[in-house]
């Protein structure tokens, strides 16, 4: 099967997390919105009103099965592409894992955007470094220092065990988006979880993943996206 994703052209943001997962299999697919025309039938589709449009991309067409939210898709992938362990209780298990990434994902945008998104960052520039501080000093530790937990509990390469699951490339994703909206503060947090930074470097070195981050899919990050890097809040 070849897929389609839908997602913003210039932005990694929540459709990294299913390129991750797409890469790392193998799988075809056609990153939609990138090709000539595909924005419009991006937009085409959100408009539809019959069968199961989604909210708000990203989505994922496979066959004739349209399936909208991150870790919606990626339940989907993980049990098509041996992403996720075989058994029902597993599968829930990197799916839980996964809802409490989109919950951290959210907070992070939320460090510059934390008056709301209808906002220039300009317009909230306090409310962010207000919301900074309470991310670093008290969200980052409690969200990661949860993960370094599991790693180090299970003492496997994973997170729940020997094989990769989607869940270990969304945390990949979070570490480079980290280090890229707040390089300061991420080298001096980095002590702090090893595991995680080791996780990062192994899903780093896969075959697929390795030859996606040097190729021209992988969109470089930038300030359209989640991670954005500011000065004045990396201090």
């Known amino acids: 099967m070849r897929y389609e994703l839908y997602y913003w052209p210039s932005i990694q943001g929540r459709g990294e997390y299913v390129r991750l997962a797409l890469e790392d299999a193998g799988a075809a697919y ?17 408009d539809a ?6 909210f708000a991309p990203p989505f994922l067409k496979a066959g004739k099965l349209v399936i909208g939210q991150t870790a919606n898709i990626l339940l989907y992938l993980g049990a098509r592409h041996g992403l996720a362990p075989k058994t029902e209780g597993g599968r829930l298990w990197v799916h839980q894992l996964q809802l409490t990434i989109t919950d951290l994902v959210l907070e992070v945008h939320d460090t510059h955007h934390p008056l709301g998104p209808s906002l220039y960052y300009e317009d909230q ?12 000093n008290e969200r ?3 969200y ?7 790693l180090q509990e299970n003492g496997s390469a994973y997170l729940t065990g020997r094989k990769a699951t989607y869940g270990d490339f969304s945390l990949f994703q979070i570490v480079e988006g980290l ?13 702090k979880i090893p595991g995680l930074i080791d996780l990062h470097d192994r899903v780093a070195a896969r075959p697929n993943i390795k030859a996606y981050l040097s190729s021209d899919r992988r969109i ?13 809040l990396d201090v």
């Not at 056609?30 to 959100?46: C, I, P």
């Not at 990661?144 to 599991?150: V, W």
């Open 179 to 191: 280090r890229y909206a707040f390089p300061k503060r991420m080298k001096r947090f980095e002590r």
């Open 144 to 150: 990661l220092g949860y993960f370094e937990q599991l």
């Open 220 to 232: 470089a990050f930038n300030e359209d996206g989640i991670f954005r890097h500011y000065k004045e």
């Open 125 to 136: 520039r306090g409310a962010a470094k207000k919301r900074t501080e309470e991310f670093w």
């Open 49 to 54: 009103r019959t069968g199961t449009p989604p």
């Open 140 to 142: 980052v530790p409690k």
């Open 30 to 46: 056609a990153d939609v919105a990138r090709d000539a025309g595909g924005m419009a039938a991006m937009m085409a589709m959100m």
